[in-house]
């Protein structure tokens, strides 16, 4: 099979899945005491969106290695390209019941990989409708998923040129002083959206252009983000959205892994207010 051929597989599978994702989330809200390897507590849906992605993507004959934000090492499921997946983004939301995402990353390389060595990556954003955005080479497009179908809604996705919005992750006086600088001249120009699943918010950018990070904290100074299952294939998205990524000093999508559960810090968003970030940071 193709490289073109395995990354539409993929694209339509995981389009399949989603409405098994979501329907299974009643009765999966609560957290159990098992944690995943960057240490949080795993909700019974994390466990089973994972699962199900395993299934289906890991079963695709082009697929060689499967990795997922809630397993500790990849999985061998043949030869061909390697899947890392963020099974449910922001299940810490499933509680109070607001959006939640699926991310995914399709590398052309063994894992941990670096962002440039992705061919595809998507998301997938269960909100009043399920919609997703899917990324190959230089164009994004925008779907909706009805029964497990995916139609077109945009094609040739762009960040809007004026943008509107922000939404910054971690505790403000968890903040380092250069970015918490940079954040107060975005507040003053950007109105706050911020959810706390990144998918959701960075959704928000795509749509009415701004800036999503979650970035190094005082406590932290890799932020919280996954390199591997987060940074990158968002990042890819917002890329071929015509956006710019930053770990405060350069593209995220050039940063060489040290392991699969790496974190990074993370902000994503149109051009011109990534390179105001990247001057304003020590
Ligand atoms: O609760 P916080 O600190 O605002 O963190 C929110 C961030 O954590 C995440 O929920 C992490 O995702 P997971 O739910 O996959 O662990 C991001 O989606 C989001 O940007
Ligand atoms: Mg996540
Ligand atoms: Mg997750």
Not at 175 to 190: I, K, R
Request: aromatic share 6%; proline share 6%; net charge negative.
């Amino acid at each position: 099979m193709s490289r073109d051929d395995t990354v539409a597989e993929i694209r339509e599978a995981v389009a399949e899945t989603a409405p098994t994702i979501r329907a299974g989330l009643p009765g999966r809200r609560e957290k159990g005491d098992a944690e995943n390897p960057t240490g949080d507590r795993r909700l019974a849906a994390d466990e089973y969106a994972d699962d199900l992605l395993e299934d289906c993507l890991g079963g695709i004959d082009g697929v060689g290695e499967y990795a997922s934000e809630e397993r500790a090492a990849v999985v061998d499921t043949g030869t061909g390209l390697s899947v890392a997946v963020d099974p449910l983004d922001g299940s810490s939301n499933l509680k109070p019941n607001n959006v939640m995402g699926t991310i995914v990353g399709v590398y052309d390389a063994p894992l941990p990989a670096r962002g440039r060595d992705l061919i595809a990556a998507g998301y997938v954003l269960y909100g009043p409708l399920t919609t997703m955005v899917f990324a190959e080479g230089a164009s994004a497009t925008e779907y909706l998923i009805e029964e497990g179908v995916a139609s077109e809604l945009r094609t040739g996705v762009t960040l809007p040129e004026d943008p509107t919005v922000y939404g910054f992750g971690g505790r403000v006086p968890d903040w380092p002083d250069d970015f918490a600088a940079y954040a107060e001249s975005v507040e003053s120009e950007l109105k706050l959206r911020y959810g706390g699943a990144m998918i959701g918010d960075i959704n928000q950018v795509l749509t009415y252009g701004g800036v999503f990070a979650y970035p190094g904290l005082r406590s932290a100074p890799e932020g919280k983000l996954r390199l591997q299952f987060e940074a990158n294939p968002v990042g890819y998205v917002i890329r071929a959205a015509g956006g710019r990524t930053s770990d405060g000093d350069g593209s995220i999508l050039d940063i060489d892994p040290d392991g699969l559960h790496d974190r990074t810090p993370t902000h994503l968003g149109n051009a011109s207010l990534i390179e105001r970030l990247e001057s304003t940071l020590d």
